[in-house]
């Protein structure tokens, strides 16, 4: 039994394991008869209009076709696993650990950056670099209040720590 997704209406529901987002996904579970019947019928016409230049070999297109299947079910399934909301994916995360907590990263970055996330608002572990705020038409950087700069480096007056091993982490 597994605790962290069902299926049900031909879904399959689960919970995100980082964010509890529920998500759910209309990816098959595994290659079945009606895939290989397709791809016989598919081998079966592409051989009927190659056989001038292939003949007999020409069946043997049906493990190419396989291959491009189970290739693209399987792109399609790691897709639709990733988390909508906060971008964690599971089979980065089984493969390597670090490589997962660095795309988590990104991710957030990336959010942060382009939908401009926290606009204004100082995290308590969180410092990025270059981020653009937007204040009634005024662009400018984190050490710009306003279109005036700011004192100690910060949009809210606070001091920043002096040392970059001062500095807060993401750590996930």
Not at 10 to 27: A, D, E
Request: overall charge positive; charged content about 20%; aromatic content about 14%.
């Amino acid at each position: 039994m597994q605790p962290f997704h069902h299926s049900r209406a031909g879904k399959l529901h689960f919970f995100c394991p980082l964010c509890k987002y529920h998500q759910s996904t209309n990816s098959i579970d595994k290659v079945k008869l009606k895939h290989h019947f397709q791809l016989a019928l598919l081998t079966l016409a592409v051989t009927g209009v190659t056989w001038p230049i292939f003949g007999e070999k020409g069946f043997f297109l049906y493990f190419f076709f396989w291959l491009g299947f189970e290739f693209a079910y399987r792109l399609r399934k790691r897709q639709a696993l990733i988390c909508e909301s906060c971008g964690f994916d599971p089979f980065l995360y089984k493969q390597d650990v670090q490589k997962a907590r660095a795309a988590l990263k990104k991710h957030w970055e990336n959010r942060i950056e382009t939908e401009n996330l926290f606009a204004g608002k100082k995290l308590k572990n969180y410092q990025t670099s270059g981020v653009k705020i937007q204040r009634k038409g005024i662009t400018g950087t984190p050490e710009m209040v306003h279109g005036i700069p700011a004192g100690d480096g910060t949009t809210n007056g606070a001091t920043a720590p002096k040392a970059a091993a001062d500095a807060p982490s993401l750590d996930f």
